[in-house]
């Protein structure tokens, strides 16, 4: 009875793990070869185990919850290596492709590559793209990437997105000074983080230009560490200079602007399964962001 318990239990979780990254039951079915019942009445029996859902239905195909986000980190690993493990090698194989992964520069310098860097140990090869949003959803969509880390969530139902991390936006500059007055510096002309803070945080319209524009939030941090003017920037790139005083709050909100970052993948699976590694193991390590 435990065996065949235990063997139930383990083609549970492969079978979830295949609706998890396949985002339909249908698609995850045709991934493990069975039918599509089948694979619904797993997921129910894991569910009913586990008492919490793990799917949303949507019109074309299925979310995972939060739970299956967790569920799908943990097991992931385990069940890649364990399917590496008992096929059969009998003629020397080609390595994986690439995982071809893009998104913001500074995150990806400063959290996503740090998450990654393990992975490379494994046999894991990644080719990283930074970009603008826009220009990397569309290459997303065009098959150049595998995977996208996106400011925003994108429209339609070709592309899967599931929310990976919250980034928090600050009013900082070296010293006390007068951002009425004082020199901004900014990512772009029409400088939209600052816009947007403006407007959350005191609910009127920026009427400032910017004195100095550097598209890339880590020259941005540069020159306002180093004294140029002020701006506002994302807590995670500069919370090494607030916590050393390099840098201090010009304004402490109760309820600062956030904004959530999306993992986001073509609804059609792949057949890489280091690129389902990559995606898990980001999902994992963007709790603690």
Known sequence: MANRFSDARLDQLRTFLAVYRAGSMTAGARDVGLSQSTVTSQIQALEQQSGRQLFQRVPRGVHPTAV??????????PLDALAQALTPSSA?????EPVHLAGPAELLALRVMPALAPLVSRGIRLRVTAGLADDLLEGLQLGRFD?????????????????????????????????????LIAYAEDVPIVRRYWRHVFGRRLTTSPAVVIPDLR?????V??????????????????????LRLLNDPE???????FLVRR???????????VHDTLLGEGRTW
């Open 92 to 96: 020397p194989q080609l390595p994986p």
């Open 147 to 183: 995977l996208l880390i996106s400011p925003v969530r994108p429209r339609g139902r070709t592309l899967l997105a599931t929310p990976l991390a919250d980034e928090e936006f600050v009013l900082v500059a070296a010293g006390p000074l007068d951002p009425e007055q004082a020199p």
């Open 225 to 246: 560490t180093a004294g140029a003017g002020w701006s506002v920037l994302p807590r995670y790139l500069c919370a090494a200079e607030l916590a050393s005083g390099a």
């Open 68 to 77: 299956a986000d967790d569920l799908a980190a943990r097991v992931a690993g």
């Open 255 to 261: 309820d600062p602007p956030i904004n959530t970052g």
């Open 267 to 277: 609804s059609t699976a792949g057949t890489n399964a280091h690129v389902h590694l």
């Open 219 to 223: 020259g941005v941090l540069a020159a």
